[in-house]
Nanobody, 126 residues
Framework: QVQPVESGGGSVQPGATPKLTCEGSGGTFRRNTLAWFRQIPGKEREFVAAVRGSGGYTYYADSVKGRFTLSWDSAKNTVFLTMNSLKPEDTAIYYC???????????????????WGRGTQVTVAS
């Protein structure tokens, strides 16, 4: 089973535009639904964005719609999350998740994904 590996996090200022990377290790992301979630300590994991297959429709949480963009580079077996107009409330650990079996109605639900990365911290502060 492909293992997501995240990178690209760090400390950034409000309004910055960092780009998170999720690489597939040990397999291909092809035929997977891929998603980004985020979590603040003490809170539940929150859906950010997802895409069903390379070139598939992309879904976004209302809190990031118009600011974040999920993209897929099949040749590199990598998914990206470009984050624009960052706010302090975007501070969280960002996780990449993959699933070959998740149904559309569960795409925003974390327990529908079987493979998770270790996460990358994004801290937004001036």
């Amino acid at each position: 089973q492909v293992q997501p590996v995240e990178s690209g996090g760090g400390s950034v200022q409000p309004g910055a535009t960092p780009k998170l990377t999720c690489e597939g290790s040990g397999g291909t992301f092809r035929r997977n639904t891929l998603a980004w979630f985020r979590q603040i300590p003490g809170k539940e994991r929150e859906f950010v964005a997802a895409v069903r297959g390379s070139g598939g429709y992309t879904y976004y949480a209302d809190s990031v719609k118009g600011r974040f963009t999920l993209s897929w580079d099949s040749a590199k077996n990598t998914v990206f999350l470009t984050m624009n107009s960052l706010k302090p409330e975007d501070t969280a650990i960002y996780y990449c998740a993959a699933s070959t079996t998740i149904i559309l109605s569960s795409i925003r639900i974390s327990n529908g994904y079987s493979s998770w990365g270790r996460g990358t911290q994004v801290t937004v502060a001036s």
